[in-house]
């Protein structure tokens, strides 16, 4: 079973920002800004390139709650990233989203 997937039943500690019956939302350990949370799909999509017509309400979710969760951690300026695959640094094969604010981030993305 996946990392986020461990996280998702239960089995791993993490600080829960949000959470509904689609989606999860929380810190990332390694933080590289002052707020930066994940959120995840509760089902188990592996990639940006699983995403299907089948599974795509859970990334329409996720869009429509970004701004709401973001909000509530006190920023309303952000960045979404979504890696996907290894060669752009997904170290987790389950589809997630960077939400990454509370400071400048400038126009460079690496």
């Known amino acids: 079973m996946c990392l986020f997937c461990e996280i998702l039943n239960g089995n791993i500690p993490s600080t829960k920002v949000y959470e509904d019956d689609m989606i999860y939302a929380f810190k990332d350990i390694n933080p590289v800004a002052?707020?930066?949370?994940?959120?995840?799909?509760?089902?188990?999509?592996?990639?940006?390139?699983?995403?299907?017509?089948?599974?795509?309400?859970?990334v329409a979710h996720i869009f429509e709650k970004i701004p709401e969760i973001?909000?509530?951690?006190?920023i309303d300026s952000y960045r979404v990233i979504s890696n996907c695959g290894k060669d752009a640094g997904q170290t987790v094969l389950h589809l997630h989203f960077h939400v990454i604010g509370g400071t400048e981030l400038g126009e460079n993305i690496i």
């Open 70 to 74: 973001a909000k509530s951690q006190g």
């Open 34 to 58: 002052p707020v930066h949370f994940l959120v995840v799909p509760k089902e188990h999509i592996g990639s940006v390139n699983d995403v299907t017509a089948e599974n795509s309400k859970y």
